[in-house]
């Protein structure tokens, strides 16, 4: 079994076919979907999804492009809907250099308060981070609560952040490009700390590559972490599971 760690499902990429989607996944072998909210109504969307299907979870969060509309208002929306049984996970958030649809300083100050609403709701926290390395690799070190870094694919200062705070490494599509440069990650990742996830509908694994991604696309993922880890892709399949209902809960033991 495979759990797709971070898909947005909710995203109207989805809405033609969001049945046939999750059909697909299940054929694939996927178990469980970790529905993501980027935005409060993408959060609304996806505890709705999960609310009415087995095998979805949802987060809920604010993303660091949308960080110049934190509020407030919206970080009480956000504690409601985090106490939410479907709601596993806090994200995603972080920081994003590269494009900075927000400035700089907002999106440090959205991340910082949902750092602290995740330790003070004791969930784990999904966490996006683009060319913004030394103060993600800071922020993370103070972090009170349990991180994933997803679609890992920073430099070596987020990654020894991470390795020192026991931080969650989730591996995209990205490994499967052939610009990936960063084999040595995929080997250097604790066993116990591996997870697997699409980021649909972005980034779609080759051989998809160009497509909009979807949940039973991660099965391309698993194969080439499996690939440079000489591992089984059931062992990495048993792993990434295990590591994932360790990290999100006992809901994520439920399936499609
Ligand atoms: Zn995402």
Redesign the pocket.
Known sequence: MLVDA?C?LGDAAFDPDRAAVLARARAAGVGHIVV?G?TLPETERAVALAGACPGLSATAGV?PHEARHWSPAAAARLKDLLTLPEVVALG?TGLDYHYDHSPREAQRHAFEAQLALAAEVRKPVVV?AREADDDMAAMLRDAGTTVVL??FSSGPGVFEAGMAIAAYFSFSGLITFKNWRMTDRLTACPPDRLLVET?GP?LAPVPHRGKRNEPAFVRAVAEALAGARGESIDRIGQRTTDNARRLFGPRLATTL
Do not use: V
């Open positions: 971070h947005h993501i980027a993303h995603e996006h997803h679609s980021d972005y």
